[in-house]
């Protein structure tokens, strides 16, 4: 689809069917992992005690899962801080009951808490499903690792790493921009991370910088799969999903998309990094998406012609034409020369250490890199209402394979 014959764009709307298989998802930046800004208040309520109810802590919907694995349950977990709010649900540092605090820092973790009544209500079924099987199936050192999934009659429980850095949202605000040598490491990190979503027949679809975290080295992890999808590489997909500022054209066209689609975020995410602002913005959504669709980027005059090249090569509105594109694309991007100071390998051997490290990391529970907006909020994990019309979420209990770093899954 060439920029030109974009003229006369007709914008699907982002409305959709309660039955439809696909329903259209436009993301607002609030929606993530962990929230970037404070777009929801405290609640009014002083009960600052961690509760959950009776029938949940009792119950398990996956009895016949794993027979001769121990069940973990939510009554496993003491909730430390909220550390973000998403449009299912919270998510809490916690720490694993009955743990050693000299277990390397294992014993803490991010849980990820997801109504299954408003997940029902809004028809993303398959998407919370889909997040909980693509994590079980990657492990990359950029990627943030599932340990153990679980359910209740109401809820939905993810158990991850925590990753006490913040997210790269969170140290963009406070930074403002990246030099292009801060911002080289971070994009090949993510480079690295998205191009093994990608030989997994994985497409991340919501890149965007409250998605990912970084740790106390400075290292980046991705994280937040709940838009994620497998996807075969002669396959498309037309779901509208994602953040807008980083929806790629051809997902706001409509027309089906498919992993090409990450490369256009990526390549967002780096002019933000160096620009302290995406390449489209717009206070009307409906007059953003025109922008991302017919617009040209402006890059600007103070990043080098290496800087300028790649942005070309990811920001291509055609997404047969993008850096990227094809079987083998991500080979392309690794070997393009903004990258030519990068060695690959010691990258994902962690040996590359980032030039710039989140401040104020006191310890491995340590929340100084996250917005007091959520670790300032009452220690709740709210009751919720049991979902009627059967089990929606047969399957969902995993626990991670031990021990953890198992060859086979790399």
Request: proline content about 7%.
């Amino acid at each position: 689809m060439a920029s030109s014959n974009l003229t006369n764009l007709t914008i699907p709307s982002s409305s959709s069917s309660p039955n439809d298989p696909n329903p259209q998802i436009i993301y607002s930046r609030s929606h993530s992992f962990v929230g970037p800004s404070p777009r929801y208040p405290p609640p009014s309520d002083n009960n600052n005690s961690l509760f959950f109810l009776e029938e949940e802590l009792s119950s398990n919907t996956d009895e016949e899962e794993q027979p001769l694995q121990r069940k973990f349950g939510p009554s496993d977990f003491q909730i430390l801080k909220v550390i973000g709010q998403g449009a299912f649900g919270k998510v809490f540092m916690v720490r694993r009951k009955g743990s050693s605090d000299n277990n390397d820092g294992n014993e803490i973790f991010a849980m990820k808490v997801m109504r299954k009544d408003n997940i029902i209500k809004k028809n993303h079924v398959d998407y919370m499903k889909a997040e909980r099987d693509i994590l079980t199936k990657v492990l990359h050192p950029f990627i943030v690792p599932l340990r153990y999934s679980f359910q209740t009659k109401s809820k939905l429980y993810l158990i991850l790493d925590f990753i006490n850095g913040g997210h790269l949202f969170f140290q963009l605000c406070r930074q403002g921009i990246f030099s292009e040598d801060e911002a080289r490491i971070y994009t090949a990190e993510i480079v690295s991370a998205v191009s093994h979503l990608h030989t997994k027949g994985i497409v991340h679809r919501d890149l965007k910088p409250e998605n990912i975290l970084m740790d106390s080295d400075g290292h980046v992890m991705l994280t937040d799969f709940g838009m994620s999808k497998e996807i075969d590489e002669s396959e498309r997909s037309n779901s509208l999903c994602g953040t807008t500022e980083y929806m790629a054209p051809e997902i706001l066209l409509g027309k089906g998309h498919n992993k090409d689609a990450d490369w256009w975020s990526v390549g967002v995410l780096l002019y933000e990094m160096i620009t302290g602002k995406a390449p489209f913005t717009h206070t009307n959504r409906k007059k953003l998406q025109e922008k991302i669709i017919k617009e040209k980027v402006k890059l600007p005059p103070y990043l080098t012609g290496e800087a300028h090249s790649l942005l070309k090569g990811l920001l291509q509105k055609d997404p047969s034409t993008r850096l990227g594109s094809g079987p083998n694309g991500h080979e392309q991007i690794k070997n393009h020369k903004w990258f030519r100071t990068i060695n690959w390998n010691k990258l994902e051997a962690r040996e590359i250490q980032p030039k710039f490290k989140p401040a104020d990391v006191s310890g491995k529970d340590c929340t100084a890199n996250f917005d007091r907006c959520w670790t300032t909020m009452p220690l709740e994990d709210s009751p919720a209402s049991t979902p009627t019309g059967g089990d929606h979420f047969q399957g969902y209990t995993y626990v991670a394979p031990n021990p953890w770093l198992s060859s086979s899954l790399m």
